[in-house]
């Protein structure tokens, strides 16, 4: 279907109908391809209209011509239970001049769940009416699964919440920069944040998100608190939420558990940048010895279009805790809680120490992402995930060249070429040509960053920063940084894994770059025992420093062998690994055998 018509009478609308649906099961898409091209082509719009619904829902938007070629739209429908259709809409405002089109319009998984004859076993739920078998994890999460309303009945309110009237027993952080806004439509911003809720599927719903517009800054952070629960015990409580992440500076979203109020918690998992324009379901399993907290915590990026959205969060298997608060821990002066000698232990000269509880751990557990002990001293020592220098902190990284150098050489350190932590405030008026000016973490000139001085040593000195020994990384591992190289004699600056007496470089970049931050980023993949190194090497004089900051090791922890069988959407691997079945044959080893990529599947 196309539009070929130069007009100029003032706002002319074609519109396109399509027939009326029923309704649509909950993982419904709709994909188009379209043409938008031309001098003055104008905008177009696909609006959902539902049976008793006085406001159309806006689905998908093009504002302007968008080149001479057709591209795919991909809209999800979701659960939609009342009779509804679409319109699209093209809107000329005056001057219409060029081509739209439309073609191969195309509807997938809308269908309700088939009936089955039986549905056995634990992790299955029967429908009341449809007789539909779905998975027991669909139970109770906002969302009629069934068709018939079955798997949404008799749940307790106190651990679901749609945002529809207001937090539930949710809690915005005080601790926090600012807050979680309860909105209903798009958000204020084109191109970020959602158009609809998750839990109605139209603009009548409401949801949380996240503005990343003025006056937010970089990194700023709005944290969410659920009530409080029970310790889990042997049983398994599963946390289930969904969020929409799309725009083209969305930074980052995690969710972390505590047992302990005036502390961060610790990480249960993150995703980072956008995600497209579409509401993800994500359940994540929950163990605790403890009463335990749930924090959903969303950091702004670096720019207006980071938008992120949070809707129909539940909790399945848990209950809640009776008493008011959870405990809070007393650090002493030095800020730490860590008693100096060994808790009582049986562990063996392998395997390492939780430092509170005496329990053991494999030593290939020690430094791997993922805190394995109830305090997460396995975690202590290594490498921070994320680390942007600020309080001066260096995170665990450090220079193996200066531990060397001790007593006497005090004079020769500080003529020795190597990395320091400098900030803006803290320059010479020479400096300003080739050192940064201002941090990326807080682009302020108060923000601090890592560099490597090359007022110091001589042309051809490298200096090398690493990290303790990682024991294990998962397959998706990646760093991510931020550089700056400016300046008229920048040497190089390379990104080196040692793993015992083996050195081979990952990433390196030479000469200026320009007076801005760049970012890098390097894939590690699956590894152990191994270092990550930052070697700077110096240029001709003195005009080049080479600085880094923001280090984040990206989905870094190794993969987790659950005792719960795959769901629908995840394929089993040879060593009985559950993978996103997204995953399959895309020259990425996320198995760790391999067996995602055989050519037999």
Known sequence: MFILKTSNSISQIARLRSPKFRQTGSNCTLSFWYYNYGESVGAAELQLLVDGLKQPTVLWRTYYSEGNQWLKAVIQLGRLPHPFQFSLDKISLGVYEGVSAIDDIRFENC???????????PNNFWCRDTKACIDRLLVCDLVDDCGDGSDEDSCDPDLQCDFENGLCNWEQDVEDVFDWIRIRGPTPTVNTGPLKDHTTGTARGHYLY???????????????LSPLFNPSGYGTCAFRFHYHMFGKEVYKLSVFQRTVSNAKGWLLWYKFGNQENRWIRQTLFISSSKPFQILVKGIVGDGFTGDIGLDDVSFLGCTLYNGKNLPTVSTTTSGTSVPATLPMNNCTEEEFVCRASGHCIQMIQKCDFRPDCSDKSDESACVAEVCDFEDKDLCGWYQPALEHMSGNYSILISKTFKWQLGRGANLYPEEEQHCPLTDHTTCTEEGWYLFADSSNGEFGDTADIATPVISLTGPRCKIIFWNHMNGSTIGSLEVLYKSSNKTSK????????????????????????FQVIFRAKRGVSYMGDVAVDDITFEDCSPLLISDKPCTSEEFMCANKYCIPKNNLCDFVNDCEDNSDESPSI
Request: negative net charge; aromatic residues 8%; glycine residues 8%.
């Open 506 to 529: 990952l990433w390196s970049q030479t000469g200026s770059q320009g007076p801005q931050w760049n970012r890098a980023e390097v894939f590690l993949g699956i590894r152990s025992n």
């Open 210 to 224: 996240l503005e990343s517009s003025e006056p937010r800054q970089f990194m700023d952070k709005a944290v969410l």
């Open 111 to 121: 269908a309700l769940p088939p009936p089955a004859l039986s549905c056995e076993g």
